[in-house]
């Protein structure tokens, strides 16, 4: 059997950390990538570390014309579709690029997969679809939310879409806070700009590219005040996706009955944002100038993962802990500085 598999954003920080693990277990994955928050050199890091470059298509997955293309060209198995806008400031300023990326190219991709008897998808979901939690750890009983932003609601759009359409065979991976690098350090997260998320800010300050990093609210009713989230390594986080597909595979590949499954992916193990601060500091001797700073709006108080749905039908278990998801990123921030 072909194990082609298509990519969408495979380009991306979570896309390439997963096309080496595909490597490595023998698929072949085909990236279409737009290069919208991503660049072609991360082809030459994947070649480093495996020893091959993948198939790469420089398109938008919204071009039906093009992307039916591949599904010509490749015997495409399943797909693993990560493409989409993530910045969730950015969503609440433009809520239709979001709903029109997201959302349509979702629906162009299932439409193409469909014309092309394809019927096996892996989707990135994000535990942002659950909003504030009122029990915790959060397993996948949990209720959906009212998502706080036009991003998070099309995570949510996306999922009811899957789950709607019968004709698919459906994981769809709720991720928690992915952070870290692989450790070559041949690949890593590249944010756009002054990044948004809490790592890349940590990493950048550190190296002096920011001049301090701002706690957001120190008044959460948390131990220390500051929020608490589950954050996962991205290799630990790569490795599901592999799973993701072998899970897909064992339900019957190719088989027309529809089925939808929904995992929980973090580490099981919340930590606030001054734990992480310290951690990053005792980890990599680097000081960290940091202030606290007023809530972030959209922001949740707590929340982390009950993984045991993905340990158990998956065999998913994290490997990495805190200390080597931050140490992993510094050194991915001091290559990229050292170029
Ligand atoms: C957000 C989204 C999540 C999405 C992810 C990827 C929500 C609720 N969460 O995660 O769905 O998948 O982005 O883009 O929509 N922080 C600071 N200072 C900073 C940056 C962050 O204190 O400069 C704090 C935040 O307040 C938060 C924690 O660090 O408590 C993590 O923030 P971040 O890395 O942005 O991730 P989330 O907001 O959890």
């Known amino acids: 059997m072909s194990k082609e598999v298509l990519v969408t954003g495979g380009l991306g ?11 490595s277990n023998g698929y072949i994955p085909i990236i279409v990538d ?22 790469f298509y420089n398109l938008d997955v919204n071009n039906k014309t093009a992307l039916s293309n591949v599904f010509f060209q490749h015997k495409i198995q399943a797909v693993i579709h990560f493409a989409a806008y993530k910045a969730v400031g950015e969503s609440v300023q433009k809520p239709l690029m979001y709903y029109r990326n997201n959302v349509g190219g ?3 991709l299932l439409e193409v997969m ?11 979901s994000s535990c942002t679809v659950y909003g504030q939690p009122t029990n915790l750890p959060v397993d996948e009983s949990s ?3 009212i998502p706080a932003s036009p991003y998070g609601n099309t995570k949510k759009i996306c999922e009811e879409i899957l789950y709607d359409n019968h004709a698919f065979n459906v994981v769809s991976l709720r991720y928690f806070n992915p952070i870290g690098a692989h450790p070559s350090s041949m690949i890593g997260e590249l944010p756009l700009g002054i990044p948004n998320n809490l790592v890349p800010y940590i990493t950048q300050t550190a190296i002096g590219l920011r001049e301090k990093l701002t706690v957001y609210g120190s008044d959460y009713n948390t131990p220390d005040g500051t929020c608490i989230r589950d954050y996962l390594h991205v290799c630990d986080l790569a490795d599901a996706h592999i799973l993701a597909l072998e ?6 590949f190719g088989e027309k009955e529809g089925h939808f499954e929904v995992y929980n992916l973090g580490t099981g193990n919340g930590f606030s944002v001054k734990e992480v601060i310290d951690t990053f500091i005792s980890s990599t001797g680097v000081n960290l100038n940091f202030t606290y700073g007023p809530r972030r709006e959209g922001d949740v108080e707590k929340v ?6 993905a340990n ?21 921030q001091k290559k990229m500085n050292s170029k």
Request: some cysteine; proline content about 4%.
């Open 13 to 23: 920080f979570i896309g390439s950390h997963t096309v080496v693990e595909m490597f």
């Open 34 to 55: 737009n290069l919208s928050n991503s660049s072609e050199e991360v082809l030459y890091g994947i070649k480093k570390i495996t020893g091959k470059v993948p198939t």
């Open 106 to 108: 979702l629906i162009t």
């Open 114 to 124: 469909q014309e092309n008897n394809c019927h096996n998808i892996v989707f990135s």
């Open 143 to 145: 209720p959906v939310a």
């Open 247 to 252: 899970r897909i595979n064992s339900i019957g």
């Open 304 to 309: 982390w993962a009950n993984p045991s749905k």
């Open 312 to 332: 158990k039908i998956l065999g998913w278990k994290t490997k990495r802990n805190l200390t080597e998801m931050l140490v992993s990123a510094w050194e991915w």
